[in-house]
């Protein structure tokens, strides 16, 4: 299965700032997904983003909040913008080589204070 | 939509006793496929087991095997010999078997004590 380096693995913010998180894949993929994990909760995909075109993004979700980058086939980045203490949660992205081979980031743990 | 519900919020088993989480998921598709992922403290997201729903056969990995009952729609996943490093958050997820990659749907996901 593909390997995922994402970074960063954490930051502590300042409300009003933005953070952009990367995802570098070790091989080409066609889509790559990106989640928020809220606290002590489950996974909520934030979108979708395939190389060539604009992001979708799932109700809840908006561009010029989560806005997201796909230079390539191996490489994202989720920008959270114009952050709020709401934010503080833990940002993953992923990514499918087979019908089952999903593969994980190690996730960014972000605190907004 | 596809909706997974996992309807035990903690779990807690004996050191090499076995336990077992439950999962329910809805979906009108006949295809799809199921999986059990496990999130350790570190946050990384492991797969544990799949299964796929044309599959009659329950998968089995070591010391983790399901219970697939796909007319009832259930997804239970069983750990026997529980070791202490089974300790974690435990998410089942639903993906479509439709055309390209889809993205998961998870459940809200148990934590799993392992009482020494």
């Known amino acids: 299965s593909a390997v995922i380096s994402q970074k960063p693995s954490r930051d502590i913010c300042q409300r009003g700032t933005s953070l952009t998180i990367q995802c570098q894949v070790d091989s080409q993929v066609t889509m790559m997904f990106w989640y928020r994990q809220q606290p002590g909760q489950s996974l909520t995909l934030i979108a979708t983003a395939n190389q060539g075109s604009e992001a979708t993004y799932e109700s809840g979700f908006v561009i010029d909040k989560f806005p997201i980058s796909r230079p390539n086939l191996t490489f994202s980045t989720l920008t959270v913008s114009n952050m709020s203490p709401e934010d503080s949660s833990i940002y993953l992205c992923?990514?499918?080589?087979?019908?089952?081979?999903?593969?994980f980031g190690s996730g960014t743990r972000l605190t907004v204070v | 939509a596809q909706t997974v519900t996992q309807s035990q919020p903690e779990m807690s088993v004996q050191e090499a006793e076995t336990v077992t989480l439950s999962c329910t998921y809805d979906t009108s598709e006949s295809d799809y496929y199921l999986f059990w992922y496990k999130q350790p403290p570190s946050r990384q997201m492991i797969l544990v087991i799949r299964?796929?729903?044309?599959?009659?056969q329950n998968a089995t990995e070591n010391r983790f095997s399901v219970n697939f009952q796909k007319a009832a729609k259930s997804f239970s996943l069983k750990i026997s010999d529980s070791q202490l490093g089974d300790a974690a958050m435990y998410f089942c997820?639903?993906?479509?078997?439709?055309?390209?990659?889809?993205?998961?749907?998870f459940g809200k996901g148990t934590r799993l004590s392992v009482i020494a």
């Open positions: 997820a639903y993906r479509s078997a439709g055309q390209g990659n889809t993205p998961l749907v």
């Open positions: 299964q796929e729903a044309y599959k009659q």
């Open positions: 992923s990514v499918a080589r087979a019908i089952y081979g999903y593969t």
